[in-house]
């Protein structure tokens, strides 16, 4: 049911109450109340233009068994994570047997320069999870999301998955199937991607005209 219950099976499945986990300061507030709920200890990691300091992850003073980040489009910044940081960041993981928990949400809408890969994509170590939605690229009542996981994450993560709840609703799930197969998915989101360019123009000008100072 989107990306809220892949965050809790993360920090259920992956991490034990107590354990550290890196987080970007400030922090999507969905990720941060599943990390709670878990008992996990939050180590919030100070974010600039780039995002998350990465280098940060290498000083801390004690390890943690996981980082979340939300590389292409930080919450609430907005800023993107530079490529040499997602490396370092992949590169933490390896040293540390540590696990990315890479929340991906609305990086179909890019619109500056060409986007750059996921940290998923970048891994060869299989140490990160790969977390995305349709709820915010197609409509909020469109509760589906999806994880991509190392493979010996996936079954332990679907028992678990099953344990909650079973699955998701069959119908909107065959429905969004088929949906993408039909190619309407790829060209609503360049559909869109124009209009909310559009807007962002005009909201950019709005800010300059009015709230320059």
């Known amino acids: ?39 996990l200890a939050c180590v919030p990691v100070p974010l600039d233009d780039q995002g998350m300091q990465v280098a ?12 979340f980040l939300t590389p292409s489009h930080q919450f609430p910044t907005g800023a993107t994570l530079a490529l040499d940081r997602r490396l370092a960041v992949i590169e933490w993981a390896r040293q540390n047997q540590a696990w990315i928990i890479e929340d991906d949400y609305d990086s179909e809408f890019h ?7 996921c940290v998923q994509g970048l891994d060869p170590y299989d140490r990160t999870i790969y977390i995305g939605t349709f ?13 991509v996981l190392p493979p ?15 699955h998701s609703a069959s119908i909107p799930q065959l429905t969004l199937a088929r949906f993408i197969e039909g190619g309407h998915f790829g060209a609503y989101v360049r559909a869109m991607r124009g209009v909310y360019a559009d807007r962002l123009d005009v909201l950019a000008g709005l800010v300059r005209a009015h709230l320059a100072d």
């Open 56 to 67: 940060r992850l290498h000083d801390a003073a004690s390890p943690a068994r996981a980082v």
């Open 135 to 147: 709820t915010k690229s197609l409509f909020p009542g469109l509760r589906i999301g999806y994880v």
């Open 152 to 166: 010996e994450l996936v079954a332990p993560m679907t028992v678990a998955r099953t344990l909650l709840d079973g």
């Open 111 to 117: 619109y500056a320069g060409k986007p750059t890969a």
């Open 1 to 39: 049911t989107s990306s809220q219950q892949a965050l809790a099976l993360c920090a259920t499945v992956l991490l034990d109450a107590g354990d550290r986990i890196f987080i970007e300061d400030p922090v999507y507030h969905g990720a941060r109340k599943a990390f709670d709920a878990a008992g």
